[in-house]
C-alpha cells in the first residue's frame, strides 16, 4: 500500500508541473519543499512542547506540529519564490517538458518522505505507514525501508547540513542519529508511551561514563563478547518524575550517541547510536534485547532520581555525548573518565 502511495503522489506531482508549470517552477517548487522540510524538522520539537504544555493534543503534538510547519513554510517560501520569478523563462521544448517531469517526481519525493516522517511521529501501530523492523524478532541492524526511502532521504539530508553547520552547538545528526529509526523503534512496544516529559532522564555532572571492568559477564555467568571494533563502556543514567512510577522501560526506546573522543563539540556534528548490551546488577550484566522491559523501582528512587549504569558496545576511540529517551527527552553525557575515576 505504502508504495502506491508513493508513486501516487510522485506520479501526481509530475502530472501537475507538466500541465501547469514551467521548468523553472518547477525546480523552484522541489526546492521550497525541501527547504519547508528542514523548517518542519528543526523547529518541530519546540512548537510541540509548547502545545503539550497547554495540554492539547498531546500524543499527537508533534506530527501535527511538524505538518503545520511544512505546510506554512511551503506556502511562505512558495509564495516568495514565485513573487521573485515573474519574467517567464523558457529553456525551449524538449528541457521544460523533461524539466518539469524530472523535477515534479522530486517533488513528490520530497512530498512522500514529509507524510512517511509525520505518519512514523503518530501514536500508530507499530507496523503503520510501514513495517520497518520484524516487530517479533527486530533486527536494529537492518531496518526496511519504503520504496527510494524518501523518509530517510529527508531526514538525512536535514541531518548532513546541520551536521555540518560551523556555527551549530546542537546538531540534529547528534541529537537524532538515526533519525526514522528511532520513530520506529519508539512504537515497537504496543503498550508502552511514545513520549515523554523532557526532564525525564539526567545525567551525572560528572563520572557519568567510564571504560567497562575486564571480565565483565552477564548474570548467566557466561562472559561478554564486545563487537568487533567495539570495546564495553558504561555510562550511568538517572530516571525523574513520573516514568519511576511507570514500573519498566522499553529498551528500545532508550537510545545513546557516540562520537569520537576529543571533539570540542559534544553535540555538533554528526553522531551513531550505540549498541545497548544490558545494565549493571551488582557485579554482573542484566542482558537485555530489543522489546525487552527494563524494570524501574521506584523504591530505588534516592533524591528524586534513579540511576541505572548501562552497558554499552561502543566503536573504539568514541565515547558517548548525549542519552535520549523517547521522542522528547535528551540528556548530554559528559566526557568520560578513566576506570580509576569510576564511581563505586
Request: glycine share 8%.
Amino acid at each position: 500500500m505504502i508504495i502506491a502511495v508513493i508513486l501516487i503522489i510522485m506520479a501526481g506531482c509530475a502530472v501537475a508541473q507538466y500541465l501547469k508549470g514551467t521548468l523553472v517552477k518547477s525546480f523552484e517548487a522541489f526546492i521550497v519543499a525541501l527547504c519547508a522540510s528542514f523548517v518542519a524538522l528543526w523547529w518541530y520539537e519546540q512548537l510541540s512542547e509548547i502545545v503539550i504544555k497547554q495540554e492539547m493534543i498531546v500524543d499527537f503534538a508533534q506530527p501535527v506540529c511538524f505538518g503545520m510547519l511544512f505546510l506554512i513554510s511551503f506556502a511562505i517560501l512558495q509564495t516568495a519564490a514565485i513573487s521573485l520569478t515573474k519574467q517567464k523563462i523558457d529553456f525551449g521544448v524538449m528541457p521544460e517538458r523533461v524539466g518539469r517531469i524530472v523535477f515534479g517526481l522530486l517533488l513528490g519525493y520530497v512530498i512522500s518522505g514529509v507524510l512517511l516522517i509525520g505518519a512514523a511521529m503518530s501514536p500508530l501501530p507499530e507496523g503503520y505507514p510501514y513495517q520497518r523492523f520484524d516487530a517479533s524478532r527486530p533486527d536494529l541492524k537492518k531496518p526496511a525501508k519504503a520504496l527510494l526511502n524518501p523518509d530517510g532521504f529527508v531526514a538525512g539530508l536535514f541531518g548532513l547540513i546541520s551536521g555540518g553547520s560551523a556555527s551549530g552547538t546542537q546538531s540534529f545528526a547528534v541529537l537524532h542519529a538515526g533519525f526514522v529509526d528511532e520513530l520506529y523503534l519508539n512504537r515497537l512496544n504496543p503498550k508502552a508511551k511514545v513520549r515523554a516529559d523532557a526532564s525525564t532522564i539526567t545525567t551525572p555532572a560528572k563520572a557519568a561514563a567510564w571504560p567497562a571492568p575486564a571480565g565483565l559477564k552477564y548474570s548467566s555467568g557466561d562472559a561478554i563478547q564486545p563487537i568487533a571494533d567495539c570495546e564495553l563502556i558504561i555510562t550511568r543514567v538517572g530516571f525523574t518524575g513520573k516514568i519511576t512510577m511507570e514500573g519498566s522501560l522499553a529498551s528500545n526506546q532508550l537510545r545513546f550517541m557516540c562520537k569520537k573522543k576529543g571533539e570540542k563539540q559534544r553535540l555538533g556534528g554528526s553522531a551513531v547510536t550505540a549498541d545497548l548490551i544490558g545494565y549493571l546488577t551488582g557485579d554482573q550484566v542484566k542482558k537485555i534485547g530489543p522489546k525487552e522491559e527494563i524494570s524501574l523501582n521506584s523504591k530505588d528512587v534516592k533524591d528524586g532520581v534513579l540511576w541505572i549504569d548501562f552497558v554499552l558496545s561502543v566503536p573504539k576511540d568514541s565515547e558517548p555525548v548525549a542519552v535520549g529517551l523517547r521522542t522528547n527527552a535528551i540528556a548530554e553525557v559528559p566526557p568520560m573518565v578513566s576506570a580509576e575515576q569510576a564511581p563505586k
